[in-house]
Nanobody, 126 residues
Framework: QGQLVQSGGGFVQDGGSLTLSCADP????????IGWFRQAPGKERQFVAA????????DYADSVKGRFTISRDTAKNTVTLQMNSLKPEDTAVYYC???????????????????WGQGTQVTVSS
């Protein structure tokens, strides 16, 4: 079974930018929506952004609209999350995951996603 592999993230000051990438080396999930989620200490995992299998449809959490951009390179089986104007409240471990069902429209629901990447820390200092 395929696995999602994450890269990027790190430490940045308030107002800075970071880029996260989620690779699907075997192309296992090329017909599945891919989503980004985050989990802060002591809190539940929450939806951040997602993109449908073709890259034609996206959805964002209200808290990141206008600051984050999700994109998909279908030839490279990679989904990227560009994060601008970062805030301390964006600090969390970020995970990418694949929709459990192929060809669906984007559903901003954690339970509909699985096959999680390894997670990457994003820390924004004030």
């Amino acid at each position: 079974q395929g696995q999602l592999v994450q890269s990027g993230g790190g430490f940045v000051q308030d107002g800075g930018s970071l880029t996260l990438s989620c690779a699907d080396p075997k192309g296992t999930f090329n017909k599945h929506a891919i989503g980004w989620f985050r989990q802060a200490p002591g809190k539940e995992r929450q939806f951040v952004a997602a993109i449908n299998w073709s890259g034609s449809g996206t959805d964002y959490a209200d808290s990141v609209k206008g600051r984050f951009t999700i994109s998909r390179d279908t030839a490279k089986n990679t989904v990227t999350l560009q994060m601008n104007s970062l805030k301390p409240e964006d600090t969390a471990v970020y995970y990418c995951g694949a929709d459990r069902t192929p060809y669906r429209v984007v559903l901003p629901v954690v339970a509909e996603f699985g096959f999680w990447g390894q997670g990457t820390q994003v820390t924004v200092s004030s």
